[in-house]
C-alpha cells in the first residue's frame, strides 16, 4: 500500500509523519508542489500487454495530463527481477539528483520508491499500482527500483532529454532507507 513518510534532514530514523492515506498523501505533497493522484484503468491489463494497450487503458488520464502539461513523449517502462540489467539499472538513479523537468510516473503495476529532498525535509513516497507521481523540475530526489525490481510505469516528458539526471554529490541518499528495508517498516 502507498506510502508517505516524512523526515528532518539530519534524521533518518525518525518519521516527523506518517500516512497511507491517499487524500493525505496528496495534501501533504501538495504542500511542496508535487501531485500525487490515483488512477483506475478503464480496462484489464494484462501481463505481457503491449505498451500501446496499457497506455489505452489509461487514455483519459493520459490526455488530461497531457493537456494540462503540455507533454510530448509519453512512453511505458517495464522492468522485472530477472532482468540481467537490474543492478545497473537501479544504481542509475539511487543518488539525490534533479531533472531540469519535472518527472512523472504513473505505476501501472509493481512499486518504487521516491525520496524527495526539497528543502530540510526528505520526503519518502512509496508509490504502487494506481499512483501518479509528479516531482516538480529541479527538486532533488532519488528513485528506488529495490534489489528485486518489479514495475511498469508510464513516463511523460516535454523534451527528450528531460529525463536526464544532474547529481548533486551529496550522500544523504544513502543515510535514508533503502525499498528493501520496506518490509521492516
Known amino acids: 500500500m502507498s506510502r508517505l513518510r516524512i523526515f528532518n534532514d539530519d534524521a533518518p ?5 506518517e500516512t497511507r492515506d491517499h ?20 480496462k484489464d491489463v494484462e501481463p505481457g500487454a503491449t505498451p500501446e494497450a ?7 488520464d493520459i490526455d488530461r495530463i497531457v493537456a494540462e ?13 530477472d532482468n540481467p540489467n537490474k543492478e545497473a539499472a537501479r544504481a542509475k538513479f539511487l543518488d539525490e539528483h534533479y531533472h531540469e523537468e519535472d518527472e512523472v510516473r504513473f505505476f501501472v503495476g509493481g512499486s518504487g520508491l521516491f525520496t524527495l529532498h526539497p528543502d530540510t525535509r526528505v520526503y519518502e ?6 499512483d501518479l507521481i509528479s516531482v516538480p523540475d529541479r527538486t532533488k ?22 529525463w536526464v539526471g544532474h547529481f548533486t554529490g551529496t550522500d544523504i541518499a544513502r543515510r535514508f532507507p533503502r ?7
Open 69 to 81: 502539461n503540455g507533454f510530448q513523449t509519453i512512453d511505458v517502462v517495464s522492468i522485472a527481477p
Open 54 to 60: 496499457v497506455m489505452e487503458a489509461y487514455r483519459a
Open 141 to 162: 530526489h532519488w528513485f528506488d527500483m529495490g534489489p528485486e525490481p518489479s514495475f511498469i510505469a508510464i513516463r511523460f516528458f516535454k523534451q527528450p532529454d528531460g
Open 23 to 42: 487524500a493525505e498523501m496528496a495534501a501533504k505533497l501538495e504542500e511542496i508542489g508535487v501531485r500525487f493522484e490515483q488512477w483506475e484503468a478503464s
Open 125 to 130: 513516497v512509496l508509490c504502487e499500482q494506481g
Open 179 to 185: 525499498l528493501e528495508q520496506e518490509a521492516k517498516a
Open 13 to 17: 530514523d525518525t518519521p516527523v509523519f
